[in-house]
């Protein structure tokens, strides 16, 4: 709406076009639509959220693959950050919700948009599988350095395409 | 000089060129400004939460700053490069459009704090290292850094939608 680059309601199944056009027109959706500052104010918040997460997961990341940081234990590192992981998930779906019912066509028949979902869903199972490692072992990701070093690498790599997909949305 | 003439030569520059002709140029180094300014907000926020006696109030002051510093200044001067880029392309229009404006006065007030910070508020460190509870001008610090920079956030969103 404000600048896709072409029609976004071009690509995808018929179903989701028509729950496109449906929720488009509701009054919740217009309202969002049309007071300026309502998308651009809960775009700012996600992009906010992102940053918590982004910094503290590049930090555990760097650190399971024993780039940086070696001077914190692994197990605090998880402890300290990935319970905060979780809370600001929650923000990020819930100003995502705001923005798709705002503008359902940009994001839902966006192959960026399905892509990046696809990813969050990936790293959100990783960070669960690191968390859950470290509940029942202390140490586990201390002693299991290479299986470390290989969850870091993917998660790291998944952070940046999430990015990156989410800045896309506005270009494909 | 005037800055609107350096404005202008910037603009015809082949580099400012190439990336107003790409159709995928300028989405990426925007895409690496996005992702530098992320992790120099977020690892920012750390720290001032730190000050602010808000988190990891188990670590010493210091041990969060020397944590956190690299990862600032590094994403810091990969953000000014990719955005030096970015504002090559449209320069003149960049620089006459108002939230890019009020973007780079919040990031100049955000300059100031942090030298502040450094040059004064930090000499004393050794006090207040451990403290779970900062003094004043630690937390007026870390607070005033914090809304800066959710400042800059905004305004950089808010030229996509007006420029």
């Not at chain 1, 906010?48 to 982004?54: A, G, T």
């Not at chain 2, 602010?52 to 600032?72: H, I, K, N």
Request: aromatic share 10%.
């Amino acid at each position: 709406m404000y600048y896709s680059r072409r029609n976004p309601w071009a690509g995808g199944p018929r179903v989701i076009q028509a729950f496109c056009d449906w929720l488009s027109n509701t009054p919740v959706s217009l309202k969002i639509q049309t007071v300026l500052w309502i998308i651009p104010a809960v775009q700012t918040i996600h992009i906010l959220s992102v940053s918590f997460v982004m910094a503290s997961m590049a930090m555990l990341d760097l650190r399971l693959m024993g780039i940086a940081g070696k001077r914190q234990a692994v197990s605090s590192m998880v402890e300290r950050f990935v319970p905060w992981v979780w809370r600001v998930l929650l923000i990020l779906i819930a100003t995502g919700a705001i923005l798709i019912v705002g503008e359902p066509g940009r994001e839902l028949l966006n192959w960026a948009f399905r892509t990046k979902m696809a990813m969050v869903a990936t790293v959100s199972l990783i960070t669960l599988f690191v968390q859950n490692r470290n509940t029942r072992d202390a140490a586990f990701w201390e002693t299991h350095r290479i299986a470390a070093a290989m969850v870091g690498a993917v998660s790291l790599l998944l952070w940046v395409a999430i990015v990156t997909a989410g800045r896309w949305i506005a270009y494909v | 000089m005037s800055i609107l003439r350096l404005c202008t030569w910037l603009e015809g520059t082949q580099v400012a060129g190439a990336i107003r002709e790409s159709t995928w140029l300028f989405p990426t180094i925007e895409t690496i400004h996005v992702l530098s300014i992320v992790l120099v907000v977020g690892s920012i926020a750390m720290f001032d939460l730190r000050l602010l006696g808000l988190a990891s109030r188990d670590r010493s002051v210091s041990e969060v700053y020397d944590d956190v510093m690299p990862w600032t200044c590094v994403s810091f001067v990969c953000a000014v490069i990719a955005g030096g880029l970015l504002f090559s392309s449209s320069a003149t229009k960049y620089y006459a459009n108002v939230p890019f404006r009020l973007k780079m006065l919040t990031l100049l007030l955000a300059g100031i704090n942090t030298a502040y910070f450094e040059l004064w508020t930090r000499r004393g460190i050794a006090a207040w290292d451990r403290a779970a509870d900062t003094p004043r001008a630690a937390k007026l610090a870390g607070g005033i850094s914090l809304v800066l920079w959710i400042v800059v956030v905004a305004c950089g969103r808010w030229i996509g939608f007006t420029k």
